[in-house]
């Protein structure tokens, strides 16, 4: 049976550090499910399609091992689900620890046979977020180095109606 690890995440938007990681998961497991979550604590500027249709744009003729789909609710249900038993999460620096490490130890308390593994960031991409990324386009900054092409146009026509 081919191993199946899902990366959840927000992508509001996917970054190159997302991909990055996407990237390298991709060349370690047969299969790479990318989860575009539907309910989190944030409140996001993009739609859950355009955010699913940004990552798939972002990753889809990179990996051919990637699947992208977009889900609501309890992630270990989902992550059932699609028959994984690994959930992938990125660390940037050691500020990301406390909060992923409740995350982990609370996805394994609500379902045991479900591990969380870490990768550590590019350096590259260490300081990156959607945050920091939204903020400097809604500025007029140059963000074409740190998304994929397709988000770098959306981030302009949503700012700046170019
Ligand atoms: N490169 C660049 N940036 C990265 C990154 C990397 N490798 N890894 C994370 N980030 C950034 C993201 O851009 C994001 O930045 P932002 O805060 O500025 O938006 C931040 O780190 C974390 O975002 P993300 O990886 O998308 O995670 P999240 O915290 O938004 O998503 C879910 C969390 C969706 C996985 C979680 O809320 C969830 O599982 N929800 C489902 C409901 C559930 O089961 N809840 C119980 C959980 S115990």
Request: with cysteine; charged share 25%; net charge positive.
């Amino acid at each position: 049976m081919k191993t199946v690890a899902v990366y959840p995440g927000t992508f509001d938007p996917i970054t190159n550090g997302h991909v990055d990681l996407i990237k390298r998961a991709a060349s370690i497991y047969p299969k790479v499910i990318v989860l575009v979550a539907a309910d989190t604590r944030k409140e996001c500027m993009f739609t859950m399609d355009e955010r699913v249709n940004m990552v798939r744009e972002g990753v889809d003729k990179l990996c051919p091992n990637v699947q992208v789909e977009p889900f609501q609710g309890l992630l270990v249900e989902i992550v059932k689900k699609y028959g994984a038993k690994i959930i992938l999460r990125g660390l940037r620096a050691v500020s990301d620890f406390e909060y992923e490490s409740q995350m982990a130890l609370m996805n394994r308390r609500l379902e045991k046979g479900i591990e969380t593994f870490f990768m550590i960031s590019s350096e590259e991409y260490a300081y990156l977020s959607s945050s920091f990324v939204k903020e400097i386009a809604g500025l007029g900054g140059d963000v074409s180095t740190m998304v994929p092409a397709g988000v770098d146009k959306e981030l302009r026509k949503r700012f700046f109606k170019v």
